[in-house]
């Protein structure tokens, strides 16, 4: 079982990002995949999570109307658009599996390896 996250890079502040975190081991059918992210000094905190396999989508307010979680059956691949980047959402991002989506990261039992997404001009 693993997830890969990739998509990260440095952008400017309104900039945009698609993080992708493909599956391989398990099919998304019996997943919720949710993306956290941690920043140097703070806590992991969550982002987003798409549910399965009714495909319900949820959200940090803190990225709310500015991100887009989705998957891709097919690629065994879930995404998270960002757009409107602002410098507080520089940190690393983790995707993880869990049986639901839920905000602890601890109810979650495989992670990526995160991908490092850095905002700033």
């Known amino acids: 079982v693993q997830l890969q996250a990739s998509g990260g890079g440095l952008v400017q502040p309104g900039g945009s990002l698609r993080l992708s975190c493909v599956a391989s081991?398990?099919?998304?059918?019996?997943?919720?995949i949710g993306w956290f992210r941690q920043a140097p000094g703070k806590e992991r905190e969550g982002v987003s999570c798409?549910?399965?396999?009714?495909?319900?989508?949820y959200y940090a307010d803190s990225v709310k109307g500015r991100s887009t979680i989705s998957r891709d059956k097919a690629k065994n691949t879930v995404y998270l658009q960002m757009t409107k980047l602002k410098p507080e959402d520089t940190a690393v991002y983790y995707c993880?599996?869990?049986?639901?989506?839920?905000?602890?990261?601890?109810?979650?039992?495989?992670w990526g390896q995160g991908t490092q997404v850095t905002v700033s001009s």
């Open positions: 798409i549910s399965s396999p009714d495909g319900n989508t």
């Open positions: 993880a599996a869990a049986r639901g989506c839920a905000p602890e990261a601890t109810l979650y039992d495989y």
């Open positions: 081991g398990f099919t998304l059918d019996y997943y919720a």
